[in-house]
């Protein structure tokens, strides 16, 4: 019986107390990855209020296994919620390049994406967080609401599975 | 309970105007005699609600406004300065709530305050060219870098290690 | 049957060592944020610590400046709202309303009646929604998740209320120069009749979770304690001055909208540490639901709520200076005009500034664990410390 990475889960329902399933690694990794989402804590600005509403009582992101981690060491994935300003920017290159590959970058927010309300006339802002880490997905919305944000964790999650974990960790 | 003729008549000495406009009691003065005046204030006016600097285009006025508690009542203390090397004495020792504040306008307009104790830039990074709120700052809408010097802490941990 | 006997044997514990000369007073220079999950944004702090004590806190700012003040000398008068709602993202009501209010003073124009009312209800239901956010992560700082889950269930009412206004969840745009954006929709008022009920309750219920917490007394009892002299002295204000005896509070001493037409008190704490500051802030929640409730009847009363202004506004030459009370602490508007359609300047007086600068004061002689309690205690934003 083949089994694909999406019927992952529900074979280990069928399957109660043990047995074997075989399966691609590649699919049990990415599975792994998809249902653990780890953002490093790193609220920037507004949207970060919003990354927290995300987080609590209402919207309940902890029910698909993203969790805050509190330093880049663990984590494998930035959600760039709010205005980079000059004085940050290396900063937040610094806590990129810390975090462990394979890693991905949300910029949350028109701020993030391309400079937002913030674009004209401001001397200290980044115009695009783009243009101090790479950006694999863009949320526009000044603030984006939390669904938005949920959305595009969930697309994420599905763009792991395209993805062979093994190389990447060979790198 | 101080009364505005009653103020003005202490503190003729160090006024250059005064009025009166929609409660606020509004005094100008110059950069001589404006630490005597501030001097004068402190007892009454004991809150530092806010302090600034307008830049005209000619010159620039640095405006603060001081609250009194006791008798609901705010006061405008403003003077002009010359645009460049302006010098102002500090009023941090007065109200120590100006020492931030002080910081805020060297930052973004360039005044010095002689006699402050930490006066280095707040908002901006130390190296930062220019004072940004200066009219003549232009800002560049095309640049699209974020390039910028290299910044240290070393201003930080020079004043820490101070005794 | 006896118990074992345990006898612990003999043992000749080494002397332990003290450090003596030169390393018994050495000194470490910690840096913290701006990444740290206690410092509410982009803040950094530079610490000098004895062991664990502190000797020295220089918060560094400016990580989140972005210019505001100079953004604001390129728009017209109308446009500067939205960026308004920027500054304290927590509070943008109460920042549009600041800004509003000196423009209108330039103009010397007011809202009508109607709007009014409906102003201060705004105000007082962010002014909560602030308090719920800080409560729920000053909870967090010192290790308590439930709270923060609590606060924010509530937090989601208030938000349902301002989007049926406004159509946003955060920067709202809802308070116009000469009124508010539009009447309230229908059925609002019941809306707003059973949150209060809600809040109530949950009130009740962050209080069974927090305030009686061994361990959450623990952290902050005694803990940065400023008087209130210095208090004013530094230029602090809103709950963080209030919580050291001070009574200092705009909405009775500089009444404006319908403050000067409701009865409430000032709350107060004498301890001047962080349990009185979070005395303050709970008391507060209790007052602005009260003064919500005295405000609904009048809710009846038809009327405009938005006064007729030009579509572009040019105020005449002159300036204006209005302070409200945030949920932070006097935010003031200083807004310079020379006729044009574009104002000279225009200054934001914003209250975590003034809190931050007297952190220093306050962690003297403190633990490096309390420096995080002290800072949720005074409840920063950093878009509005730097602007
Ligand atoms: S996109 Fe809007 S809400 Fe988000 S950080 Fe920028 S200004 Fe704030």
Redesign the interface.
Known sequence: MGVTGDQIAAACDKVPGGGYILARLDDVLNWARESSQWPVTFGLACCAIEMMATGAAHYDQDRLGIIYRATPRQADLMIVSGTVTKKMAPVLRRLYEQMPEPKYVIAMGNCASGGGPYYYDSYNTVRGVDLVVPVDIYISGCPPRPEQLLDALIALGQSYKKEHALKLARG | MTTFAQLTHDQRAHLTGSEEAGGVWCLTTDPRKVRALLEGLRPAFDYPEDLTCIDTGGELRVFCRLWSTAQRQAVHVSLTIPRSRGHLPTASDLWRGYEWQEREVFDLFGVQFDGHPDLRRILTWEGFPGHPLLKDFVVDNDDSSWEIPEQTDQEIIDLLSRE | MPLRDFRIPEFDAPEVQLPTGELAHETT?V?MG????ST???LRL?L?LDGESVL?V?P????????T???AE?RSYAMIV??T??LD??SSMYMNLGYVRAVE?LLGIEAPPRARVIRTILGELQRIASHL?WL??FGLDLGAWTA???C??E??LI?DLFEQICGA???YNAIRIGGIVADLPAGWEDGLRAYLTAQEQGLRDYEGLLTGNPVFRARIEGIGVISAA?A?????SGPSLRGSG?T?DLRK??PYECYGEVDFHVATADSGDCLGRYEVRIQEMHESLSIIRQLLPRLQEPGEVQTKVPRVLKPPAGEF?A?VEAPRG?F?V?V?SDGSANP??V?F?SPS??NL??LNTMCAGMKLADVVAILGSIDIV??EV??
């Not at chain 3, 560094?60 to 400046?65: E, F, N, R, W």
């Not at chain 3, 004013?232 to 602090?236: A, E, F, R, V």
């Open positions: 220079i840096s701006p990444q740290h999950p509410h944004g982009v530079m000098k020295q220089v560094v700012i400016g990580y989140l400046h972005r210019g003040e100079k953004i390129k939205p960026y709602d920027r993202y927590i003073g956010v729920g992560t923060f889950i609590y924010f269930r937090r989601e938000l969840r955060l920067t210095d004013l002295n530094w230029g602090l001070s200092f001493d500089d200076y302070h006097i003031g200083y310079v000279v300047r200054r007086r500034f003034a600068s007297a950093l878009g730097d602007r």
